[in-house]
């Protein structure tokens, strides 16, 4: 009697001590199943090609990419659309307008703090991980400095989509809707899911005149590249830098016009 | 007064017109969200065109019989998808105390509680699933009799137990943890895995994978009755009892911690 | 007349654990073993007749809810005994709720997207409520209510005072011989409290219903209930008619004026002056509550007029409101 009266303490207590370190554990052991799974599939899709290498990617640089791309998402992912949606919903966004800055910028610059946290912790982690293990597959050099510099211009892109997409809320209630179709839209055609290099001709190249290879398929491109030809680079920064431009342009003046109708029409 | 399965379809028909009703009068809405469903599923399905564009086959499963699996999964998910998507607000309920307001009906409480959600959107799914099987179905040249079609749609609906029992048990979990997203996100993610072959992962993996994490019950075992009836393993057989031993302790799961928490939670 | 419900001394216990603050005790807390019982019900016994209107009150945590979940049957029991319309609640719950209702005041048990008449229909299934009761009871609920215009609403579109209005009407739609109200009027205004009220009553007298009542709303109490049951951490402090306590209080008297002076500021000068006895003021008069057998009313009277120009007043029995704070704080002896 008296051991179970300690057994029911003892559970308790393994209880408590769980629910502070479950979440951490569970996401790690999540992100691990989906390297496994990841790196199974994979295999087994190069060797059907007797481990050829594809479209210029072996399956290292397959393996990499992905695992890579997946940390990326891992902090790109700002919930903006979620954010926007329920403060128009809520009510809220009255108060965050009246607000002494730029709608965009105050969402942004919220958030902005866990951006770094997220880097940190998982990109940063990640990357390190994968170059210690693949022993050379990452080159170290120059192309960090590029590679640094098409991410931050990645997130301007990515963000700016976010919030072009978010103000679609003020029309529609549905942000579920809304929100899904643009993560699926950005993953497929930005070269996340898979490297644009496996993509087939046609589609490959309208892939490349639209903005969301900017995201994913740029900096990445940029980081494993071995020898890189200083005008790639060049054609790499220089589009993606015209898509920061034209979509922050496009999100802006959406969310004016928006906002004005809203306004007009009391909403 | 008796409360058979008869009693029990006519309430969820009922509740479910009514879902119905009241979600077609947020149109926009329902079409956004069956549109981003549909979205959703064909990125999925081009990802998987474009792998195959480049690569003849996976692990000897050639693209045809790869699209039967992947068929195979998003039909046995879509049940999970419709009819227990309230699940995803138990953990609001229980966190805010309203939970309670479930317990006081004479009917079955995880009835009452999985029957108030109807998620329409996941027969977009099905419709694509289905598609996708029948296409895949021809183009293997599998034969079309009666015996066939029992079996797969006897085989499909027990998949579909897996994932629900497995979604059931990481809801359930939020009767004892506090703020348990994570575990059924981390059970959510599952469905991504339930379309390849488990013969491609190492034999630890296979095993977890079986025995474990039942993903492999998912589509692979119960489609193998289909695509290879000649050389169909015995867990296949035995997928159909998985699945029930499955989903029933998940609802014990469940119902035990709905009374434990009934009584604690204000 | 029976006994519809029964308590005999019901004893609930919960274990809590003691948590500690900051970021070290949150990590103590992971190593603690430090538990604690709290008694959330100490040794309640109580028979309640079919038919009647049952106040249940207590300052907020003295255990009413806990008790309410025994009798419903979603709680055990620690020690002791209930029965509920015959049955003992927690071993039978669903046969028990085809005989109870139950409403909380702020959480709605419709279904949120449907029209009133939808769920009103799924409930008339799930009870299996026969045509002709049901017709009968809609019937008898349009001649209490206008509910015409509420029917076609989505719950979700209505005031919180027309979703009240509806749970209520739900709760009672099977015809069950026990009502739990929790809350009933909480957060509604005066026009809408009324009506609830005259709908309870009305309800209680035509189906002869048996009604538990929960409220902190003194004026539920007098509109509604004949006899109240008092409890507070876990005990029994009162359980007998509302005149009947009022007389253990029958020295008392409400002595209410009206002064020169803005109220408050008055108020708060007879507070100063008299420290023995209870001062409060509302919108029109200051109370203040006197015992007969200490110092006569006159005697403040006159002694108030020295110190303040009185325009009005009034002399009341004390008042249930006033009775219930002094069991609260003092007990009843």
């Given at each position: ?267 | ?266 | 007349?029976s006994n519809v419900i029964e308590l005999k001394n019901v004893i609930k216990e ?25 008694r959330a019900v100490d040794g309640i016994s109580m028979t309640i007749e079919?038919?009647e209107?049952v106040g249940y009150l207590g300052?907020?945590?003295a255990g009413k809810?806990t008790t309410i979940k025994m009798m419903?049957?979603?709680l055990e029991p620690t020690s002791g005994g209930i029965t509920v319309g015959?049955?003992v609640p927690c ?87 026990i ?31 048996t009604?538990i ?14 006899r109240i049951v008092i409890i507070d951490k876990g005990k029994m402090l009162y359980d007998n008619d ?89 007990g009843v002896?």
């Amino acid at each position: 009697m008296k051991l179970k009266k300690y057994l029911t303490f003892t559970r308790a207590g393994i209880i408590e001590a769980l629910q502070f370190r479950l979440s951490t554990v569970v996401m790690v052991i999540g992100n691990l199943l989906y390297l496994i799974v990841t790196y199974f599939l994979w295999k087994a899709i190069f060797a059907s090609v007797n481990n050829e290498p594809i479209g210029g990617m072996t399956f290292y640089d397959t393996l990499i990419y992905l695992v890579l791309a997946t940390a990326l998402n891992g902090f790109m992912e700002m919930y903006t659309v979620w954010e926007m949606g329920r403060s128009i919903q809520s009510g809220k966004i009255v108060l965050d307008l009246l607000r002494p800055m730029e709608y965009r910028k105050y969402l942004f610059w919220s958030y902005s703090g866990g951006f770094v946290v997220q880097f940190l912790t998982t990109f940063l982690p990640t990357f390190i991980v994968v170059t210690a293990v693949t022993q050379g597959a990452v080159p170290l050099g120059l192309n960090l400095v590029w590679f640094m510099i098409s991410v931050v211009m990645a997130v301007s892109i990515n963000y700016s989509i976010d919030f072009l997409v978010g103000t679609v809320c003020l029309y529609t209630e549905s942000i579920w809707g809304i929100n899904i179709m643009k993560q699926v839209v950005i993953l497929l055609l930005s070269g996340a899911t898979v490297p644009l290099a496996f993509f087939p001709e046609p589609l490959k190249t309208v892939v490349q005149y639209l903005p969301f290879q900017s995201i994913y398929n740029a900096p990445l491109t940029l980081l494993l590249n071995k020898n890189p030809e200083p005008l790639a680079i060049l054609t790499t920064l220089g589009t993606q830098l015209l898509w920061v431009i034209v979509m922050l342009l496009l999100g802006k003046l959406f969310w004016r016009v928006s906002l004005r109708q809203i306004t007009v029409n009391g909403g | 007064m008796k409360r058979g399965l008869g009693f029990y379809l006519r309430i969820y028909a009922r509740i479910l017109v009514q879902d119905i009703k009241s979600k077609m009068s947020y149109r926009a809405d329902f079409i956004i969200s069956t549109l981003g469903m549909i979205c959703t599923n064909i990125a999925g399905f081009v990802s998987f065109w474009i792998v195959f564009q480049n690569f003849p086959s996976v692990d000897g499963w050639s693209y045809y019989e790869m699209l039967f699996l992947y068929g195979f999964s998003l039909v046995s998910l879509t049940p999970v998808q419709c009819l227990f998507d309230n699940n995803w607000s138990l953990r609001m309920y229980v966190y805010s105390g309203d939970f309670i307001k479930y317990c006081f009906r004479p009917i079955n409480l995880f009835f009452y509680y999985q029957s108030e959600v109807f998620d329409i959107k996941g027969l977009g799914q099905l419709a694509f699933g289905i598609g996708t099987l029948v296409y895949a179905w021809a183009k293997l040249g599998l034969p079309v009799t009666a015996l066939m079609i029992v079996k797969m749609i006897v085989f499909l609906i027990t998949a579909s137990l897996i994932m629900i029992a497995l979604q059931n048990a990481a809801a359930a979990t939020c009767f004892w943890i506090q703020n348990s997203f994570y575990v059924l996100d981390f059970v959510f993610r599952f469905k991504d895995y339930a379309k390849y072959p488990i013969t491609i992962f190492s034999p630890v993996f296979r095993f977890i994978f079986t025995f474990l994490m039942p993903i492999a019950f998912i589509a692979y075992y119960p489609s193998l009755v289909i695509l290879h009836p000649d050389e169909v393993p015995l867990l296949s057989w035995l997928s159909p009892v998985v699945g029930l031993v499955f989903f029933f302790l998940s609802y014990k799961i469940w119902m035990y911690g709905a009374m434990k928490y009934s009584g604690t939670g204000s | 007349m029976s006994n519809v419900i029964e308590l005999k001394n019901v004893i609930k216990e919960f274990k809590v654990l003691n948590r500690h603050e900051g970021l070290k005790g949150s990590i103590k807390d992971l190593f603690s073993r430090d538990y604690k019982t709290v008694r959330a019900v100490d040794g309640i016994s109580m028979t309640i007749e079919q038919g009647e209107i049952v106040g249940y009150l207590g300052p907020n945590g003295a255990g009413k809810s806990t008790t309410i979940k025994m009798m419903t049957g979603v709680l055990e029991p620690t020690s002791g005994g209930i029965t509920v319309g015959g049955v003992v609640p927690c071993r039978s719950r669903t046969k028990l709720a085809q005989e109870i209702g139950v409403v909380f005041g702020q959480r709605s048990q419709l279904w949120w997207a449907l029209p009133l008449i939808e769920s009103f229909r799924l409930l008339k299934d799930i009870y299996q409520i026969p045509d002709a009761e049901y017709d009968e009871m809609l019937r008898f609920y349009q001649s209490l209510v206008d509910i015409e215009p509420l029917l076609h609403k989505p719950v979700r579109q209505m005031s919180l005072g027309q979703r009240t209005l509806s749970d209520i009407l739900a709760a009672f739609l099977h015809n069950p011989k026990i009502v739990f109200l929790d809350e009933p009027t909480i957060g509604l205004d005066v026009s809408m409290k009324a009506k609830i009220r005259t709908l309870i009553h009305a309800l209680n007298q035509e189906k002869h219903t048996t009604v538990i009542l929960t409220t902190h709303d003194m004026g539920d109490v007098d509109a509604l209930c004949r006899r109240i049951v008092i409890i507070d951490k876990g005990k029994m402090l009162y359980d007998n008619d509302i005149e009947h306590l009022k007389g253990f209080f029958g020295s008392y008297r409400t002595l209410k004026i009206r002064p020169e002076e803005a109220l408050s500021q008055a108020a708060e000068a007879i507070a100063k002056e008299l420290p023995d006895f209870r001062v409060s003021a509302d919108e029109e008069w200051i109370s203040i509550l006197v015992d007969e057998e200490k110092q006569k009313v006159l005697d403040v009277l006159g002694q108030l007029q020295h110190t303040h120009v009185i325009r009005d007043m009034q002399l009341e029995e004390i008042s249930t409101e006033e009775v219930i704070k002094k069991i609260y704080e003092e007990g009843v002896q």
